[in-house]
């Protein structure tokens, strides 16, 4: 054993960096976009964490009983209480081992805006969107925190045995008000999500990429091309594309004059099935959304205790707008932090 309690071998190995980004909510219509990261340094060979911490981590939700679920977070979320379980322990257990005494985050508006410091809401647009009033006051809402930090220490104690350490993660809300002033500037949805996953990828770069930094992101929609993009997000670096195609666009990152960072960053099609890195944002990046669904509903019904609560999606969406006009008179809010203009 090493001095840490790792396994020697592991301790030993080149160790590299990776990490992934994807989002969830750009299609609904209320609610907030939320996009999740994650960052892991893992011994060289050693990506596939479903492998390496199969004892604990497991990307079937059938088996949510004894692991934590990392996998597209369509499939670890449900709307029962077991799904809704199920997505909270695997994006607060993961969040603790970032906390030096491995507590999970216990207030939710702490969540949103420190998760990390900086990619947040500013307090006064959350203001702007007086729902955010109604976040849950203590985390977790739908496991036993006890049973949760005893799950979250086998966790650390796997993750130390094969050498793995996830060095940094979080999620950035974006609200309604934030996403219609965006595409009122962009005029696009795409360009739109670009511009907010950009504070994330320069995060990625400034404090995780001297060294290298392998990055997998969830494809942007039908976007295939980012070259220029990138090229704008990192004006300086210099940007190479490796190759170009329908499911997968990979990119080189430098610092000019020999630098000592750099990042290789490919868009793949169904990101979360290939990167545990991406899975587990997904997973951030949902419970983030459903939390924050939870204080728009919260507030809401209490204007109208009647009010059958929505998700936000389009068809519903648009159900609940019809049938909460008594509580939006009520209300009386400007439609740009209510409804998403695309």
């Known amino acids: 054993m090493g001095s840490d309690g790792s396994n020697g071998a592991a301790g030993a190995a080149e160790l590299r960096t990776f990490a992934g980004i994807d989002e969830a909510g750009l299609g609904p219509i209320l609610g907030p976009l939320t996009l999740g990261f994650s960052v892991f340094r893992a011994p060289a060979g050693a990506a596939n964490l479903w492998e390496r911490l199969g004892d604990v981590v497991t990307d079937d939700p059938r088996q949510d009983k004894e692991r934590f679920v990392v996998a597209d977070s369509k499939r670890v979320f449900t709307r029962n209480p077991r799904g809704r379980a199920r997505l909270e322990r695997t994006a607060l257990g993961f969040l603790a081992l970032l906390d030096p005494a491995r507590h999970p985050p216990g207030d939710a508006r702490a969540l949103l805006t420190r998760s990390p410091a900086g990619l947040g809401p500013a307090e006064d647009e959350l203001a702007r969107h007086p729902w955010y009033a109604h976040l849950e006051r203590e985390l977790p809402c739908e496991v036993d925190r006890g049973s949760l930090e005893l799950r979250v220490e086998r966790l650390h104690r796997a993750l130390r045995r094969e050498g793995v350490e996830l060095v940094d993660a979080g999620a950035r809300a974006v609200p309604v008000g934030c996403l219609n002033r965006s595409y009122a500037t962009t005029g696009s949805k795409g360009l739109t999500l670009w511009d907010e996953s950009t504070p994330i990828l320069r995060r990625l770069w400034e404090q995780h990429a001297e060294g290298g930094l392998r990055v997998v992101v969830d494809r942007h929609g039908g976007r295939f091309r980012y070259a220029e993009l990138l090229g704008r997000a990192f004006p300086g670096a210099d940007v190479e594309p490796l190759r170009e195609g329908p499911s997968l666009a990979e990119y080189s990152v430098r610092d000019p004059l020999g630098g000592a ?41 209490e204007l109208q205790p009647d009010l059958k609560p929505t998700a936000g999606y389009r068809n519903d969406g648009w159900r609940w707008m019809e049938d909460a006009a008594p509580a939006l008179e009520r209300a009386d809010l400007p439609r740009e932090v209510l409804l998403r203009e695309r």
């Open 261 to 301: 960072r750099r990042m290789r960053i490919a868009f793949a099609e169904r990101a979360e099935g290939r990167s545990f890195a991406v899975a587990l944002a997904s997973c951030l990046a949902k419970y983030v959304r459903e939390i924050s669904m939870r204080a728009f509903n919260a507030y809401f019904v």
